[in-house]
C-alpha cells in the first residue's frame, strides 16, 4: 500500500489515506489490518477533592466527580510490520490507548481487536503473542538480577529453553548488557534497566510491541542506543510496533508514521514530513553572500531575519513566497550558496499541540482532522 | 495449546524469594526469631492458664495435651498463610494502588496465580517447625497415656495433612476476597486489622463459644465464614478429644471442611474476577 502523493513522488505519508478508503471495504480491512480500533472510548470518573478540612468532611457523605475523558472515540488501523508513533501533549491519552490495546483496562465503548483478538477479554493466546513496555514503570524483580526475572518470563511464557537462551544472548549482546545480568536490578543505572526491560518484554518474541515512552529519563548515547536497537530488531523480525515519546529523535529515527493525540482524539495521522506540510507554512533560509558587508543592509530589511553573521543571513519565509523571494534575491546579489530547510521539527510540533489543544476537538470535529473515519 | 507450567513459575517464586531472602540475611534471622518469640510467649500464656484448670469446659475433652496440638495447628495454619500469602495479598493490594497490577494482567497465566504466590516469606516458616515439633511432642505424650483411648494410624496424619491443607486454602481466599476489595476502595489498609480480627476467633477450641451469646459467634463463625472449622477439624484428627470414635457430627465438620474449602476458593475467584473489571490501573 505505497501511494502515489501529488507531487509525484514515492512515499509512505499516503498510508492513512489509503488505509481510510480500504475501511469502505470491510474484506479487504479483515485481511490487513493487525490492530483494529473503532471508535474507542475511555472516560475516568475523578473524585473531586476540596480543600480544607470541612469540606474534606462534608466529601465524606456527598462525593463530587468530574469526568475526565482520556480517549474520546478514537478509530486507527495499523498493518502488520509497521512502526506506529503515537505523539502528543501530557495528558492527551496515549498510554491510556496503549492500556486499552494491552487489555489493561476497559473501554467504555468502542471496538478493538488486535490479530483478531479483543484486548480486554484477555484470552492467553492474545497476551502470549504481545507485550508492553512502560518507561516509567518497572516490572523486573527489584530486589534480583535480571536474568531471574527472565527466567520467570520464560516459564510464564513457556518459551522452550533452547529458544529462551539463543534470544536472551542475542538481545543482551544487541544491548550490550551481557556483565550486567547478574547484578540486582536495583542496581542498575535507569538505561541499563531499561535495556533489561525490553529484554525481559521481547524474550517471547511478541508479534505486536508497545513501547510507552522507553527512553524517558535516558542520555543522548543511551537513546541513540535503544533506538538503533529498536530499528535493528524490527527491521530483521517485521513485527509491529507502536510507540510513544516525547522526544522527536526517537520519532524521527524509528517511525514512518506518526498519530498525533490531543485531548483524546486523533488529530493528525501522517509522516513528518505530513506533519511539517501540513502545520508549518514557513521555510527556513539560509544565504551565503560575497562581497561587502554593505551588501547585507538591503536584506536586513526582509521580515523575518534570524540571523545576520556575515557571510551569511538566515531568514524565515512563508513556503509560498520562497520561489519568489529567492529570485529576486539572486538577481540582485552574488549568492554563494543556499540552503533551504523546514524549521525544526520540535518547533512545529510544539505548534501543533498548541493549535490541538486551542481548537474545539470536543464536538464538532476540526474541519481537516485526518485519520478520523 | 502451550500452558505454562504453574509449578515451574511457582518453584521459581519461590526460588528467587529464598534468593532475596538470603541477600537480607540479618531481617531473615531477626524476623525468624521475632515470630518463634511470639509463639514462645503464645504457648507460656496457655501454660500459666493450664496451671488453673486442666480442661477447657467440662466434657469437652480439651485436656492440657489436645489443647497444645489444637494450638499447633493453628500456628501450623497461621505460619502457612503468613509464608505464603500475607506478603503476597498486601502486595495485592498496594499494585492496585500504585497501577502495578498492569504487568499482571499482561502475563498469560491465570492472574490470580501469578499476584497470590510471588513472594514467599521463608522465615514464616519457622512457627510451622515449631509447631510440628510441639504436635509431636504432646501426641506422644496422649499415645503414652493409658488413660486416653486414642486411634491414632497413618491414615490420621494423611486426614489431618488434608484438613490443614482445606483451612489453608479457606483462609487464603478469605483474604484474597478481601485483597479484591482494595479495588473499589483505592486503598485497603484493612487488610491486617481484618486478619487479626478473624484470626483471633479461629484460636480456640469451637467449644467455648457454646454457651450463652457465644452461640451467635459459633453460627457465625461455622456457617457462614466457616473459620473455626479451618482449625478445628485437623486439630480434632489428631488431638482427638472425645476419643477415636468418629460421630456425626464429627463427619459433619469434616464435610463442611472440604466444602468450605471448594466453595471459599470458588467465591474467592468469582470476587477476583469481577473485581478487576473494576480495575483502572493508575495516571503513570
Ligand atoms: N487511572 C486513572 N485514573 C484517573 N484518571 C486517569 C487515569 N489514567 C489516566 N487518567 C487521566 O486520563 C488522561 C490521559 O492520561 P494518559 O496517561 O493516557 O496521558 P498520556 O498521553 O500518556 O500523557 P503523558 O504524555 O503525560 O504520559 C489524563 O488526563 C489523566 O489524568
Ligand atoms: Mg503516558
Known amino acids: 500500500m505505497i501511494a502515489l502523493d501529488y507531487s509525484g513522488s514515492l512515499s509512505f505519508s499516503n498510508l492513512a489515506q489509503t488505509r481510510l478508503l480500504a475501511c469502505k471495504h470491510p474484506i479487504y480491512n479483515l485481511a490487513m489490518s493487525i490492530i483494529e480500533i473503532n471508535h474507542l472510548s475511555k472516560s475516568y470518573r475523578v473524585y473531586q477533592k476540596q480543600e480544607g478540612v470541612w469540606a474534606s468532611i462534608r466529601g465524606l457523605f456527598r462525593r463530587e ?43 467504555d465503548s468502542g471496538d478493538c481487536r488486535v ?11 492474545y497476551r502470549r503473542r504481545f507485550a508492553l513496555v512502560m518507561g516509567q514503570k518497572n516490572q523486573l524483580w527489584w530486589d534480583l538480577p535480571a536474568a531471574e526475572s527472565f527466567r520467570l518470563n520464560q516459564h510464564i511464557y513457556a518459551v522452550p529453553l533452547d529458544e529462551f537462551d539463543r534470544t536472551r544472548d542475542e538481545l543482551c549482546e544487541m544491548l550490550d548488557v551481557t556483565h550486567l545480568l547478574g547484578q540486582p536490578v536495583r542496581e542498575l543505572s535507569l538505561g541499563e534497566r531499561m535495556k533489561m526491560e525490553l529484554i525481559a518484554a521481547l ?43 516525547h522526544y522527536m529523535k526517537d520519532i524521527q529515527a524509528l517511525c514512518q508514521r506518526v498519530v498525533i493525540i490531543a485531548q483524546g482524539s486523533i ?7 505530513d506533519i511539517i506540510d501540513r502545520f508549518s507554512g514557513d521555510k527556513i533560509v539560509t544565504l551565503q553572500i560575497g562581497g561587502p558587508d554593505e551588501v547585507f543592509q538591503g ?29 529576486d534575491i539572486l538577481s540582485t546579489y552574488a549568492v554563494e550558496d543556499i540552503v533551504v530547510e523546514d524549521p525544526p521539527i520540535e518547533e512545529v510540533i510544539a505548534k501543533v499541540f498548541t493549535d490541538a489543544q486551542g481548537g474545539q476537538v470536543d464536538d464538532e470535529s476540526h474541519p481537516d482532522i485526518a485519520g478520523v473515519s | 495449546m502451550i500452558q505454562p507450567s504453574y509449578l515451574n513459575v511457582f518453584l521459581t517464586f519461590a526460588k528467587n524469594s529464598m534468593i532475596r531472602d538470603m541477600s537480607f540475611r ?198 457462614v465464614v466457616p473459620i473455626l472449622v479451618v482449625s478445628n477439624v485437623p486439630a480434632r484428627v489428631l488431638a482427638q478429644p472425645l476419643g477415636g470414635h468418629w460421630g456425626l457430627w464429627d463427619w459433619t465438620l469434616a464435610t463442611m471442611s472440604v466444602v468450605a474449602a471448594a466453595g471459599s476458593l470458588w467465591v474467592s475467584r468469582c470476587v477476583f474476577r469481577v473485581a478487576l473489571k473494576s480495575y483502572r490501573s493508575a495516571s503513570s
Open chain 1, 65 to 107: 466527580y468530574r469526568e475526565v475523558q482520556a480517549v474520546r472515540d478514537i478509530s486507527l488501523q495499523v498493518e502488520p510490520g509497521e512502526f506506529v508513533a503515537f505523539l502528543g501533549p501530557n495528558g492527551a491519552g496515549k498510554t491510556t490507548t496503549l492500556k486499552l490495546l494491552s487489555g489493561v483496562i476497559n473501554p
Open chain 1, 115 to 125: 490479530m483478531g483478538h479483543v484486548p480486554w477479554e484477555r484470552e492467553n493466546e
Open chain 1, 203 to 245: 524474550l517471547h518474541s511478541p508479534e505486536v510491541l508497545f513501547l510507552d515512552e522507553p527512553t524517558i529519563g535516558l542520555d543522548v548515547v543511551a537513546q541513540h542506543k535503544i533506538q538503533q536497537f529498536l530499528k535493528a530488531y524490527q527491521e530483521e523480525r517485521k513485527n509491529t510496533i507502536v510507540l510513544t515519546s
Open chain 1, 267 to 273: 488529530f493528525h495521522d501522517g509522516s513528518l514530513d
Open chain 1, 299 to 327: 536584506l536586513r530589511k526582509l521580515p523575518n531575519v534570524l540571523e545576520v553573521e556575515p557571510p551569511r543571513i538566515k531568514f524565515r519565509i512563508g513556503r509560498d513566497d520562497v520561489a519568489r523571494t529567492l529570485s
Open chain 2, 26 to 223: 540479618m531481617n531473615f534471622i531477626l524476623q525468624c526469631i521475632s515470630s518463634l518469640s511470639w509463639a514462645a510467649m503464645n504457648y507460656g500464656l496457655f501454660l500459666i492458664i493450664y496451671q488453673f484448670s486442666d480442661s477447657i469446659g467440662r466434657q469437652t475433652g480439651w485436656g492440657e495435651s489436645e489443647f497444645f496440638i489444637f494450638l499447633g495447628t493453628i500456628w501450623i495454619i497461621n505460619s502457612l498463610i503468613q509464608t505464603f500469602f500475607m506478603a503476597n495479598a498486601t502486595e495485592f493490594s498496594e499494585m492496585i494502588r500504585t497501577g502495578n497490577l498492569d504487568f499482571a494482567l499482561l502475563k498469560p497465566i491465570d492472574t490470580q496465580f501469578l499476584i497470590s504466590f510471588p513472594r514467599v516469606n521463608w522465615a514464616q516458616l519457622a512457627n510451622a517447625f515449631l509447631g510440628l515439633a510441639v504436635i509431636i511432642f504432646y501426641l506422644h505424650q496422649l499415645l503414652n497415656d493409658p488413660s486416653k483411648k486414642m486411634d491414632f494410624s497413618i491414615w490420621s496424619v494423611f486426614a489431618y495433612v488434608f484438613f490443614v491443607f482445606c483451612g489453608t486454602v479457606v483462609m487464603y481466599s478469605v483474604m484474597i476476597i478481601l485483597a479484591s476489595t482494595s479495588i473499589w476502595m483505592g486503598r485497603n489498609q484493612n487488610l491486617h486489622n481484618f486478619w487479626f480480627y478473624i484470626t483471633n476467633f479461629y484460636r480456640y477450641p469451637m467449644e467455648i463459644y457454646e454457651r450463652g451469646i457465644g452461640w451467635a459467634l459459633w453460627g457465625t463463625f461455622t456457617f
